[in-house]
C-alpha cells in the first residue's frame, strides 16, 4: 500500500476503476472476533472464524502467540503455536481457550484460511492483538482489537462516560460496536482490516450538541493523540456530535457511532438540514456548495448515481446552500439504535481516507 503516494493525482476514472476492484473479496466473508474483548487473567476467551457469506473453506488453522508487557510498556515476545487446525469445516469456527492467559499478557492471534475461488485456493488472513485486563501500562489505553501499525490504519479509542456504571456492559458494548457496527456495515465490513480498537482506563463526559458546552476529555487525552478517533460512550440520552475527532454516542447506539465516526474518522460532512456545519472535503466530498458541482460528480460513481440523483440540503423551513447525492437514508443524514449504509459518495471518501492513511 505504500506505493500509493500519488493516489489524490489519480484521474476519477482510476479511482472508480480501484473502487471496483476493492469490492471484490474471495467468498466466504469470514469475521474474527474473540469475546469477551479485553478480559481479565485466567478468563474463558472464545476465538471465532464468522462466516457471513456463503462460500468453501477449505482449511483453516489458528494461532496464538502470548507475549507480555510490563508497566513500561516494553514487550517480551512469546513464541507463535498451533491452537487448532480445521479441515473443510461447516458453518462457523470456534475454540475455546479454556483459562486463558497470565496477568499482562498481549495475545496475538492469528487465522490462516484457505477459501477456494473457482479453480483457485486463496489465503486469507487475520492477525489480531488484544491486551490482558487491567493493561499494565499507566495512562495508556488497552489495546482490545490491533490489526496494523496505528500510522497506517484508523485507531479508535472507545472511553467510557463517568455515567456508565456497569463495565462489563460496557466493555461488551465496544464490542458490539466493531462486530455490529464496523464489520457490519458493508463499506467499513470491506476495510475491516483497517481498523484498532482499544479501551481507555480513564472516563470522560459526553455534553449535548446544544447545550453549548464541549465535552470533557479523559484525564490522559494527551496520550490517545496518535487516535484518529475517540468514542464517549454514555447512557444519557442527549444529541450527540463530533469535534477533533472525540464524538459522544449512547452505548448501544449503532447508527450514531457510524455517523460520528463518518465525522471523525472520515471527515464526512452531514446530510440532514439543521443546525450543525457543512463543508466539502477537497477529494471525494459528500456535499458540494453548487448544484451545477454536484451534477458534474454524479457521474463518478459509476452507475450509482445520475444527475437525477442530486438534491438540496433542504428541509421545511430548513434550506442550505449545499447539494448532495446520497440517498436519503445515507448513515451521514440518520443516525440512533440501529445502523443504515453510507452511500456511494460516502464510501469513496472512505475509500479515500483509507489511501491518505496507508501512503502518508
Ligand atoms: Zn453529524
Given at each position: 500500500m505504500k506505493n500509493l503516494k500519488t493516489f489524490p493525482g489519480w484521474s476519477m476514472a482510476a479511482f472508480g476503476f480501484l473502487l471496483l476492484l476493492t469490492s471484490c473479496e474471495p467468498a466466504p466473508v469470514t469475521l474474527a472476533l474473540h469475546n469477551p474483548i479485553y478480559p481479565t487473567a485466567s478468563q474463558n476467551v472464545t476465538y471465532t472464524l464468522e462466516r457471513v457469506t456463503t462460500g468453501t473453506i477449505n482449511s483453516a488453522r489458528l494461532f496464538e502467540t502470548v507475549s507480555t508487557v510490563n508497566s513500561a510498556g516494553t514487550i517480551t515476545a512469546g513464541t507463535e503455536t498451533e491452537l487448532q487446525s480445521w479441515s473443510s469445516p461447516a458453518g462457523d469456527l470456534s475454540f475455546v481457550k479454556s483459562g486463558g492467559y497470565a496477568a499482562n499478557s498481549l495475545v496475538t492471534y492469528r487465522w490462516e484460511v484457505k477459501v477456494q475461488e473457482e479453480d483457485k485456493e486463496k489465503t486469507k488472513t487475520y492477525r489480531v492483538t488484544y491486551a490482558i485486563r487491567p493493561y499494565p501500562v499507566p495512562n495508556q489505553p488497552a489495546p482490545v482489537y490491533v490489526q496494523g501499525d496505528p500510522d497506517d490504519v484508523f485507531d479508535l479509542v472507545f472511553i467510557p462516560d463517568?455515567?456508565?456504571?456497569?463495565m462489563d456492559g460496557f466493555r461488551n458494548h465496544c464490542r458490539e460496536n466493531i462486530r455490529n457496527a464496523f464489520f457490519d456495515e458493508p463499506h467499513t465490513r470491506l476495510w475491516r482490516r483497517q481498523f484498532n480498537f482499544y479501551i481507555n482506563p480513564m472516563t470522560g463526559t459526553a455534553k449535548d450538541a446544544d447545550s453549548g458546552e464541549s465535552h470533557i476529555v479523559p484525564s490522559?487525552?494527551?496520550?490517545?493523540?496518535?487516535?484518529e478517533g475517540r468514542c464517549l460512550m454514555h447512557r444519557v440520552s442527549i444529541r450527540d456530535y463530533a469535534s477533533g475527532g472525540l464524538f459522544s454516542t449512547e452505548q448501544e447506539n449503532r447508527g450514531t457511532v457510524l455517523h460520528e465516526s463518518g465525522h471523525a474518522l472520515f471527515k464526512l460532512a452531514d446530510e440532514y438540514c439543521g443546525n450543525t456545519s457543512y463543508h466539502a472535503q477537497p477529494?471525494?466530498?459528500?456535499?458540494?456548495?453548487?448544484q451545477a458541482a454536484a451534477e458534474a460528480a454524479a457521474d463518478d460513481y459509476g452507475s450509482c448515481k445520475?444527475?437525477?440523483?442530486v438534491r438540496r440540503i433542504q428541509s421545511g423551513d430548513c434550506v442550505k446552500n449545499w447539494w448532495k447525492l446520497c440517498v436519503e437514508n445515507c448513515q451521514m443524514k440518520v443516525s440512533g439504535l440501529n445502523h443504515t449504509q453510507y452511500d456511494c459518495p460516502c464510501r469513496a471518501r472512505i475509500t479515500t481516507r483509507v489511501f491518505e492513511l496507508t501512503s502518508d
Open positions: 463517568t455515567d456508565i456504571t456497569d490522559n487525552n494527551a496520550q490517545l493523540a496518535f487516535a477529494n471525494s466530498p459528500n456535499l458540494w456548495s453548487s445520475t444527475i437525477s440523483d
